[in-house]
C-alpha cells in the first residue's frame, strides 16, 4: 500500500509541478505577434515571437544563408539587427568583428524573436528562394567529381550571376543539413542548375548527391555569393580554379563568352596528377573557336612513367606568374584549397591588381560566399 | 522543535553556520562563477532567491503533503523536483526580463537545479524540524551566506590577478586554499549565536 502511495504521490506531484511549467511558460515566454521591418519597411513581416530570428526569416520565405542549420557554428546567417535584438551574445562573438558589432550586425540563429524588430537584409538574399528540382542526368568528370543536371520544377528558372552558389538540402540522421556548392552552367541557362560534386570520404552532402540518380527530387535555396563579373568589357577576367573550384568558373567562362565573345579571359587550372584533370577538351575546343580566351592547366605532380600530358607543370601560382604581363586592367576570381587561393593572390597582387579586384573563395574556411564548400565540410 | 527565532537562525545561517563555509555545500558553482564580481553577484542573487522559495514551497509540500501521508522517505525525490521546476521558472523569468543575466549565468542557471547547498537547506531544514517562519530563516540566511561567500570570493580573485602565485596553485587550487582560509576566519563569528 506505502509503495502504491508514494508511486502515486510522487507522479502526482510531478505531474502538478509540470502542468504549472507549462502554463508559466504560456504565460511567460509567450512574446505574441512581433512585427520585423525588413529594409526601412520595405517589407513587413508579422512573425510568432519566441523562436530565432532565423527562423522567422525561413518561414516568411526570406532564406539567410546558413550551412550549420542554426546551430551558430558557421556564421553565415549574418544580418543587421538596428533595433530589438537586444545585447550580442557570447554565442556569436567568435563570428562577429568589433567594427561588425558596431554595425548591428548579427546571427539571426542566435537573436530571438521577441519583440518587434528593425532589420537590414542585402537585396540579394531577398531575391534567395526555395527551389525544388529534378535530377536529370549526372556523369562522372573524374574518379570521385561528378557533374549533377537538376532541372528545376518549382520555381522554373534561376536569376542567377556566375560565381553565385546554392545550398543544397541533404539527408542526414540528424535531420537535413544545407551544404553550399557554386553553379556550374552558365547564366543563359535559367531552367537548370548544374554541380560540380567532389566525393568527400564520410561528407554528408556530397555522399548523398554521388548517390543520386536521374528522376530524384532535390531541394535546394540560392542563389547566394557576392560576386560581380566587371561589366565593362576592356576589362581581363583572370579565373584561377584548384580542384571541384572549376565549377563557378566554368559558369563565369561560359556566360562571358556568350556576353562578350571577345573578351579576354583567363583560365588557369590547378590540380594533382592526369586523373583529376577535367573538362580539358571542352575548354580546349572554346578556346579555339574563342582567339582571346586562354586555357591553361597545370599538373602539380610528376608524370607517371609513360603518362602524356600537353599541359603545363608544377603549381598553377608559378603559371599565373608566367603567363599574365602585368599592369592590365582585370579582375581575378580564385576558387580553390586555401592555400592555392593565398599563393595565387600573392601573385596576382605582384601584377598590380587591387585587393579589391581579386574575389577569392577558399572553400569556406574564411570567405564568405563559401562556395564550392564540398571539398572542406561537405 | 526549539524556539530559537527566525532572526536569529538567519544572522546564524549567514555568519555562524554559512552553508558554503561550514558545510562545504554548492562548491562546484562557487568556483566556477567566482572570477568575475558582476557573475558572482547575479548568481549569489538567484541562488538566495531560489534556496528562500524553495524552502517555502518544500516545506509546504513537505508538511502539508508528505508527512500526512507518512512519506517523509519521498522527501530526497520531491525536493528535488520542486526545486528542478523552480530553477526552470526562474529560467524563464530571467529569459524574459534579463536576458543579459541570463547569458552571463549560461549554464550554471539550469546547473542551480544540482546546486547541492540548495538541496541541503531543505533537507537541513526537516531535520531541524524547524517551524515555518524558522525555515524561512534558514533558507533566506542560507542564500544571503552563500551569496557573501562567492562576493567574498569573487573580489579576492579579483585581488589575486595581481598576485604572483606559484604555478602548481594557479586558478582552482588557490581558490580551494582561499575558500579554506575564508571558512576558517567565519569560525570566529562562532558561539555569536548557534542553531542546534
Redesign the interface.
Known sequence: MIYLVSIGMFVGLLAALALFLIAAERFLLNYGICKVSVNAGERVLEVEGGQSLLEALNSQEIYVPSACGGQGTCGYCKVTVLAGGGPVLPTELPYLARKDIRAGLRLACQVKVRQDLDLRIPEEILNVRLYSATVESTHDLTYDTKEIHLRLLEPPQIAQRPGQYVQIQAPSPAGPVWRAYSISSPVHEPNVVELVVRLVPGGIASTYLHNLKAGDPVTFTGPFGEFRLSEEPETEIVCVAGGCGLAPVKNIVETILVRWPDRPTWLFFGCRTTRDVFYYEKFRRLAAEHPNLRVVYALSDELEPGEKWDGETGFIHLSVDRFLEPGRKRQAFLCGPPVMVEAVQRVLEDKGLAPKDIFFDDFGTGAPQGAAHAASTA | MNDTSALVIFVAAVFTNNILLTYFLGMCSFLACSREFPTAVGLGVAVTFVMTATTVINYL?YHY??VP???G??QF??FI??IA?FV??VE??L??FS??LY?AL?IFLPLITVNCAILGVALFMVNFEYTFFQAVGFGAGAGVGWTLAIVLMAGLRHKMRYANIPAPFQGVAVTMIVTGVMALAFMGFAGMVSIQ
Open positions: 509540500v503533503v508528505l501521508y507518512d512519506l522517505h519521498l525525490v520531491v523536483a520542486v521546476a526552470q521558472l524563464m523569468f529569459e524574459r536576458p543579459r547569458y549560461g
